[in-house]
């Protein structure tokens, strides 16, 4: 199946200059896995910063910042992994990731009724979280924003909310700026990948109490 709802261009681009956070870079080339026309919208920014870089005036650096850019080089490759769809339920990049192939090797926790969840364990140095987080059909998440940028990536079932259906290969791509409440389809739970740089912000006092123990 085909994704139809896509990277920002903004993350895009961060993600073919090598500056996303760990947990960002994980779920967008777990992404790109699945779908061509992010993979392509990547290779043109890859290129454009080509051109713009062979423009520069050629200008001798301190061996600081050589040693800087080749460890941001190497944190920038980490995950561009074979882009091929794979033929496991994990993305490529989140397969290798986790040593995994299929949801069933995830060591689950039950965090709430239909709700289960899997922290992703990241460098000591990274910034924010990543976790994979699957809700159980029909169910739908309290109405909630979010403290910053966070991206979610479907890898099973599909979800609702008032910009569309979002299935398998699909992403929400947000800011701080969006609140939402995903109501997932009753066919099937539903798994997402997703990447926070700060907690969720949920409108009811239920959920804001309950959220210390989901830990969302």
């Not at 882009?83 to 290798?96: D, G, M, N, S």
């Not at 364990?121 to 029909?138: D, S, T, Y």
């Not at 979610?152 to 259906?165: E, F, K, N, P, S």
Request: with cysteine; charged share 20%; aromatic share 6%.
């Amino acid at each position: 199946m085909k994704p139809h709802h896509h990277l920002d261009h903004g993350t895009v681009m961060a993600y073919a200059a090598g500056t996303l956070d760990e947990a960002f870079m994980i779920v967008v080339a777990s992404h790109l896995a699945l779908c061509a026309f992010c993979r392509k919208a990547v290779h043109e920014a890859e290129a454009l910063g080509g051109e713009l870089m062979s423009e520069l005036a050629a200008n001798a650096v301190s061996a600081e910042c050589r040693t800087r850019t080749f460890a941001a080089l190497d944190q920038a490759t980490l995950h561009r992994l074979p882009v091929a769809v794979p033929q496991t339920e994990l993305p490529v990049p989140l397969a290798r990731l986790l040593d995994a192939t299929s949801f069933k090797d995830i060591a689950w926790k039950k965090k709430a009724p239909g709700v289960a969840m899997f922290d992703i364990k990241l460098p000591a140095h990274a910034r924010g979280q990543l976790k994979l987080l699957r809700i159980g059909a029909g169910r739908a998440m309290p109405e909630h924003g979010h403290g910053g940028e966070e991206i979610t990536l479907v890898l099973q079932g599909a979800y609702r909310d008032h910009m569309g259906r979002f299935a398998r290969g699909d992403v929400a791509d947000l800011d701080q700026d969006i609140e939402h409440q995903p109501v997932v389809e009753q066919d099937g739970d539903c798994i997402c990948l997703v990447a926070t740089e700060a907690p969720t912000r949920f409108k009811s006092l239920a959920a804001r109490l309950m959220q210390p123990f989901v830990g969302i």
